[in-house]
């Protein structure tokens, strides 16, 4: 009787153990079973959110234009495109082209991926002196059309209308006692070159931010007085804690009129842009 109840109990032991694990092995996925992966969709681009500015900002001596995506979206935006080139801006005068922007120039053949973050904007610069071989454009106001050339966004297919814009600006007069002025530096740090005609060699310059002057008025001698064109170098050199922490800082060379004093042909250089 005792070894028929140990026979029974033993039994029942084992079918419980047995249950127990197969119960468990119902929820354990077999190692030749694949584990489905949740499909997560992209996330759409609106492409009506993603906005193009775009200034000309016109000089003594040349125009710079600043152009700016916006992407507004809520998932960063891939740019493609086809070659190196990101742009174009073309100026024209009562609808004919003076200046195109690619015109003589080299861009990378390969294929180039842009990424616009989030709720940021990203921003280029270029410069342009008013020249057309080697000429100056008459006075007056001309009209600049910039516009970029994805060839797609994102997943989606688009054109060189999607982002375009035009503005307006004035080629001012050539100046008559300064031309082909340059600059190198940076951070305060500036050596502008270019050439002169003053009356009795005798010029002058202030730099200042749109606000505060920088660098008060300062003379400076030229070789040679009007009417001959004369080289000179400036070294500017502006504390760093006085620059702006967003702005431009401007050069404006000037002569004071031999008549009354006051300052006549004024020649705005930009320094550096903050």
């Known amino acids: 009787m005792k070894k028929l109840l140990a026979c029974l109990i033993l039994i029942l032991s084992v079918g419980c153990v047995q249950q127990v694990t197969n119960n468990n092995n119902n929820n354990v996925p077999k190692p030749d079973e694949e584990t489905p992966v949740a499909e997560?969709?992209?996330?759409?681009?609106?492409?009506?959110?993603?906005?193009m500015d775009f200034i000309a900002l016109a000089g003594s001596n040349e125009v710079q234009f600043v152009l700016g995506l916006t992407n507004k979206n809520?998932?960063?935006?891939?740019?493609?495109?086809?070659?190196?080139?990101?742009?174009?801006?073309?100026?024209?005068?009562?609808?004919?082209?003076?200046?195109?922007?690619?015109?003589?120039?080299?861009?990378?053949?390969?294929?180039?991926q842009l990424t616009l973050p989030s709720r940021e904007r990203l921003e280029w610069e270029e410069s342009w002196n008013y020249?057309?071989?080697?000429?100056?454009?008459?006075e007056g106001e001309y009209e600049a059309r910039a516009f970029?050339?994805?060839?797609?966004?994102?997943?989606?297919?688009?054109?060189?209308?999607?982002?375009?814009?035009?503005?307006?600006?004035?080629?001012?007069?050539?100046?008559?006692?300064?031309?082909n002025v340059t600059v190198e530096g940076e951070?305060?740090?500036?050596?502008?070159?270019g050439e002169g005609r003053v009356f009795e060699a005798t010029a002058s310059y202030f730099v200042e931010d749109g606000?505060?002057?920088?660098?008060?008025?300062?003379?400076?001698?030229?070789?040679?007085?009007?009417?001959?064109?004369?080289?000179?170098?400036?070294?500017i050199n502006i504390d760093q804690d006085k620059l702006p922490e967003h702005g431009t800082?401007?050069?404006?060379l000037f002569e004071r009129s031999a008549k009354d004093g006051s300052i006549v042909n004024e020649y705005y250089v930009t320094l550096e842009r903050f």
């Open 187 to 193: 951070n305060g740090r500036y050596i502008v070159r």
């Open 211 to 235: 606000q505060n002057y920088l660098v008060e008025e300062t003379f400076f001698t030229l070789k040679e007085g009007a009417p001959s064109w004369s080289e000179f170098e400036l070294e």
């Open 40 to 51: 997560v969709p992209a996330e759409v681009i609106d492409l009506n959110k993603i906005e």
């Open 131 to 138: 020249t057309i071989d080697g000429e100056r454009l008459p």
């Open 74 to 112: 809520e998932a960063e935006a891939e740019l493609y495109f086809s070659t190196g080139q990101k742009y174009e801006i073309v100026v024209t005068k009562g609808g004919n082209e003076v200046y195109r922007y690619t015109n003589d120039r080299m861009f990378t053949e390969a294929l180039e």
């Open 249 to 252: 800082v401007t050069l404006v």
């Open 148 to 179: 970029f050339v994805p060839y797609q966004i994102s997943n989606m297919e688009v054109n060189d209308q999607l982002f375009s814009m035009t503005t307006n600006f004035v080629v001012p007069a050539e100046n008559k006692a300064y031309r």
